[in-house]
Structure formats: C-alpha cells, structure tokens
C-alpha cells in the first residue's frame, strides 16, 4: 500500500531564508508525487508534481522540489522565504503500478510559519 | 476559468441528524471526488467519481454515507445519520481525464466545514 510521511508538524523560518519542508513515500511501483498547499478556511491549492523525467521539478510561487528515488524523498523548497508562504503544506503520492484505480494518498501536512 | 464550488460552506447539526453537500466541479473535467478532511490530518478519499459512474467507494462508510453524480456533472454527498466522528472538513476535487490518468492534478473546493454536536 502506498504511504507518506511529513516528519515534521511544523517549520519555522526566518523571511528571505531559504526553506524546506521534508515528505518521503513508499509506493510499489513508479510515484507520481504532488504538493498542495492550504490557507485558512480554504480548499487545497495544486504548487507542483513530479511525474517522470529531471528530478527536480519547479512549481507555482517560487517554490520547487527534488525527487530523490535512493532516499524516497520529495522534498519542498524555495530559496527565499516570505510571510504569505506561510500555510498549511500537504505531500501526496498515487501509485503508478496496478491497473486498477489507485487513489492520491496525503500526508498529515506541516505548518510552515514564516517570521518576519 | 470559475473553480470548483461547494455548498453550503458550514453546517452544524446534532447527530443522528441527516446533511447533504453539494459540489460543481470545473466544467470539462470527468473525474470528481470527495475527501474528508479531519483536523490535523490529511485529506482521505471517500469516493471518486468517472463522469457519473464510481471507480472507487472503498473507503465510504456505506452505512451511513452515500453520494451520488447524476448526469456526470455535479455531485452530492449524504451522510444520514450523522455521528460524532464525522466531524470534518469535506473537500470536493476534480481533474481532466479518465482513471487512467494519475499524473493529473486535482482542483479543490474550498470545503463544506461540519459539526456535529
């Protein structure tokens, strides 16, 4: 079964510095992986996928993200931090093996804050 | 291009009650789908929809929980009767394509927040 896993609940980060916030997975076959970020009382909005090709893939924002096969990772990142960026961040995996329908599987989400 | 719309954006009843959402996906898109969001977590996938036929319910509580796309354009969801643990933020998402396509995208609604006392 796939899985994600978002070690940290919550980063703090100074602005102007550079951030990143962690996900790792676990899938049987290919990932295709997605981060989705959500403002307050807001649905969740789509920054970036990572589907085949370079590993690292850049998105809405500023924002990027490194695929990692060896380490299982996809990790969030933008070099510049600002006080809107902060938010609720959410990794997602879908499985690309298995003929059948897979679903898009979420992590619990980290709260990035972001200081002035 | 107008987003997905939800409906209504707060609800709060007693449970045992009955409620039903209301979803529009973004037009074009065949593929639609419900999540519950409980606090603290991630989104978990309820039903997914491929224009009006289910592709997957595996995780819908069918007890109490149903949804329904007639005309394979926009969706309701029911839950009767409502517990506790239902609580949640329920999210409707679309994409373009047909099941086969995982590497697409999903569009959020901005969620239907329910309380149940």
């Known amino acids: 079964a796939q899985s994600v896993a978002q070690p940290e609940d919550q980063v703090n980060v100074a602005e102007g510095n550079p951030l990143t916030v962690k996900c790792t997975y676990s899938?049987?076959?290919?990932?295709?992986l997605f981060w989705y970020v959500q403002y307050p009382n807001r649905g969740l909005q789509f920054l970036l996928k990572?589907?085949?090709?370079?590993?690292l893939v850049k998105g809405s924002y500023g924002f990027e993200a490194e695929f990692n096969k060896s380490q299982t990772s996809f990790h969030l990142k933008k070099p510049s931090a600002l006080v809107s960026d902060s938010a609720l961040y959410f990794c997602?995996?879908?499985?690309?093996?298995?003929?059948?329908?897979?679903?898009?599987?979420f992590g619990k989400g980290t709260r990035l804050s972001v200081i002035a | 291009e107008a987003g997905v719309a939800q409906s209504p954006r707060y609800k709060i009843i007693e449970k045992r009650q009955s409620v039903a959402f209301w979803c529009n996906p973004i037009?074009?898109?065949?593929?639609l789908y419900w999540y519950q969001q409980i606090l603290g977590q991630g989104p978990k996938l309820l039903i997914q929809?491929?224009?009006?036929?289910?592709?997957?319910d595996s995780q819908l509580p069918k007890d109490r929980f149903s949804a329904e796309r007639l005309k394979g354009v926009d969706s309701t969801l029911k839950i009767q009767p409502a517990k506790l643990e239902d609580s949640a933020v329920y999210l409707c998402?679309?994409?373009?394509?047909?099941?086969?396509?995982?590497?697409?995208?999903?569009?959020f609604g901005p969620g239907t927040r329910l309380t149940v006392l």
């Open positions: 899938v049987s076959g290919n990932p295709y």
């Open positions: 929809f491929q224009n009006n036929g289910v592709v997957d």
């Open positions: 998402a679309s994409s373009l394509g047909n099941q086969g396509s995982r590497y697409n995208e999903q569009f």
């Open positions: 997602a995996v879908r499985d690309s093996f298995n003929s059948g329908n897979t679903p898009l599987v």
């Open positions: 990572y589907i085949t090709g370079d590993n």
């Open positions: 037009s074009g898109h065949a593929t």
